[in-house]
Every structure is written in structure tokens, then in C-alpha cells.
């Protein structure tokens, strides 16, 4: 991944986002309210939420689970967790990367929690996630995504998804996945 793509992808794409959320959020009543919970209750007509809430939250986890330090590997929990429900790292990368690529048009890959706490993989249309509960076919805790927006990659890699998504493997900060899955399994009890 090459610094002038991150810059205007974060200083440009996310800080608009989230320009927007707060204009969104303006004069609403907020108490009690966190993100991950507006996102959960969203409705079809949020749209103002469910784009830049949406935009922020996906965007503040992708840079969270990158990391400069190539080749980590998912801890003893986590890399025991994908085993058992995907067959292998080797296997679960072959479905998590493909599904990413074949996302049609603009959207997110996941690897998510479920309210079973089960792991899945599934991807998601424009800046939706897998905590919009009304809006998505699966619902979970993300704790692994990765942005297919072309904005995300084709300064550097044009329209080459899969080298983008190869490259994006390689930088993958398992520890802070591994975190957030602990997290996200410890939630569901
Ligand atoms: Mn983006």
C-alpha cells in the first residue's frame, strides 16, 4: 500500500465522512447514544447515518487492523476459531479475499462475530457493516475488513483488486484482531 493513497484515502475520503456524521447528528439527542448503537437500530431512510456513520466506523477499523509490520500471524484463540469454521488460515484467506474481490461496485469484505459467536465472512454494499442489524443478511461484530472502494487502491494499483487485496493480507495487524475478536466473543457470552 503507497503513503499518497493512504493520505488522501484517510485526510480526504474518511475526514469527509465524518464532516458529514456530525452535520448529520446536529441537533439530535444523543444521550446515551454511541456509534455502534445507531448503527445497530438504522432503518432503510437513515441515510445520512448509514452512509457517514457508517464511513466512520468501517474507515476507524480498517486503519486499526493495518499494521507497517508484514507477515503477523492470528493468535492461538483466533487462529483456533477460523480453523474450526473455515478449515484453515490458507482456507479462510481464499474465501475472505475472494469474497472482497467479487463484491460488485463499491463495498466492504468482513470477517465478523456472530450473536452465536460463531465467525463469518460476508461483504457489504457502499458503507455498510454487519452491525446494521435491519440492513445486512448477516448481522455481527466486524473485527476484520477491508475497504473495495476503488478510491482504496486504484491510485496505485488501477483497477487490480486481487494485487490490492494480496498486498492488503500481508499487512494485517492480527493483533488487534485478535483483540477485537476476544471482545466481540466475550459480548455474546
Ligand atoms: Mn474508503
Do not use: C
Request: proline share 3%; glycine share 12%; aromatic share 10%.
Amino acid at each position: 500500500m503507497d503513503t499518497e493513497t493512504m493520505q488522501i484515502h484517510h485526510g480526504k475520503h474518511h475526514a469527509g465522512y465524518v464532516r458529514k456524521l456530525n452535520t448529520a447528528l446536529d441537533g439530535m439527542d444523543l444521550t446515551g447514544k454511541t456509534l455502534n448503537n445507531m448503527l445497530a437500530t438504522l432503518g432503510e431512510g437513515d441515510t445520512a447515518i448509514r452512509n457517514n456513520g457508517g464511513g466512520h466506523y468501517n474507515h476507524s477499523l480498517f486503519w486499526s487492523i493495518l499494521t507497517p509490520q508484514t507477515g503477523m500471524q492470528p493468535n492461538d484463540k483466533l487462529g483456533g476459531a477460523i480453523a474450526e469454521t473455515f478449515g484453515s488460515l490458507e482456507d479462510f484467506k481464499t474465501l475472505f479475499l475472494n469474497t472482497a474481490k467479487t463484491r460488485f461496485g463499491s463495498g466492504w469484505g468482513w470477517l465478523s462475530v456472530g450473536a452465536d459467536g460463531k465467525l463469518f465472512v460476508s461483504s457489504t454494499p457502499n458503507q455498510d457493516n454487519p452491525l446494521m442489524t435491519n440492513l445486512v443478511e448477516q448481522n455481527g461484530t466486524p473485527i476484520l475488513g477491508v475497504d473495495v472502494w476503488e478510491h482504496a487502491y486504484y491510485l496505485r494499483y488501477q483497477n487490480l483488486r486481487g494485487d490490492y487485496l494480496s498486498n492488503f493480507w500481508n499487512i494485517i495487524n492480527w493483533e488487534e484482531v485478535g483483540k477485537r475478536y476476544l471482545a466481540a466473543v466475550a459480548k455474546v457470552g
